[in-house]
Antibody
């Protein structure tokens, strides 16, 4: 059974930094492209970042480019999202999601429960 | 907005409902659309991918289609448990970016 579990969400001051983790199990982690998707309170879904299975290709939304960095450690079956220069607008639940092998890069067939990041003074 | 969805739709139990997703002209070359269901206080769930394909665990009450710049999610035999937010999504190869629609809240009256 595929399992994804995010951690690291917290209350952080504007301008601060935070690192999110996503522990994966139940599938061949290194084989799959992974996404981070976020959802601000009461709002819709927003794609944040994508990383290929071997980590060679990484893409970020314009809203986080230059501030967030997505990475992975395939030896630990873990995904990361390093966030810096955080703003109030980054307040959201952050989900990690596994991209389906067949389908486009936004086709996420498994999701974690999410971790809440709150940016506030 | 790249993907435009109606904010809300409603229908009675047992009826059919459709949710539209209009793709902007700047993304007219998009070939494939995915659909997600998000029940209250839960993570999203993949319903449809590649316009009309269903993961094996999704019942055939859910269907998808795409014609030109518009995609549609159909749900038949509505149940109260279908009350949720529904999102369309695309991957834009030219931007190397994912895009979600604004979401549609389904109410089963």
């Amino acid at each position: 059974e595929v399992q994804l579990l995010e951690s690291g969400g917290d209350l952080v001051q504007p301008g601060g930094s935070l690192r999110l983790s996503c522990a994966a199990s139940g599938f061949s982690f290194r084989t799959y492209t992974m996404n981070w998707v976020r959802q601000a309170p009461g709002k819709g879904l927003e794609w944040v970042s994508t990383i290929s299975g071997n980590g060679d290709s990484v893409y970020h939304a314009d809203s986080v480019k230059g501030r967030f960095t997505m990475s992975r450690d395939n030896s630990k079956n873990t995904l990361y999202l390093q966030m810096s220069s955080l703003r109030a607008g980054d307040t959201a639940t952050y989900y990690c999601a596994k991209v389906r092998m067949l389908g486009t890069t936004i086709t996420c067939d498994s999701w974690g429960p999410g971790t809440l990041v709150t940016v506030s003074s | 907005s790249v993907l435009t969805q109606p904010p809300s739709v409603s229908a009675a139990p047992g009826q059919k409902v459709t949710i539209s997703c209009s793709i902007s002209s700047s993304n007219i070359g998009i070939d494939y659309v995915a659909w997600y269901q998000q029940l209250p206080e839960t993570a999203p769930k993949l319903l449809i991918y590649d316009n009309n394909r269903r993961p094996s665990e999704i019942p055939d009450r859910f269907s998808g289609s795409k014609s030109g710049a518009s995609a549609t999610l159909g749900i038949t035999g509505l149940q109260t448990g279908d009350e949720a937010d529904y999102y369309c999504a695309i991957w834009d190869d030219s931007l190397s970016a994912g895009i979600f629609g604004g979401g549609t809240k389904l109410t089963v009256l």
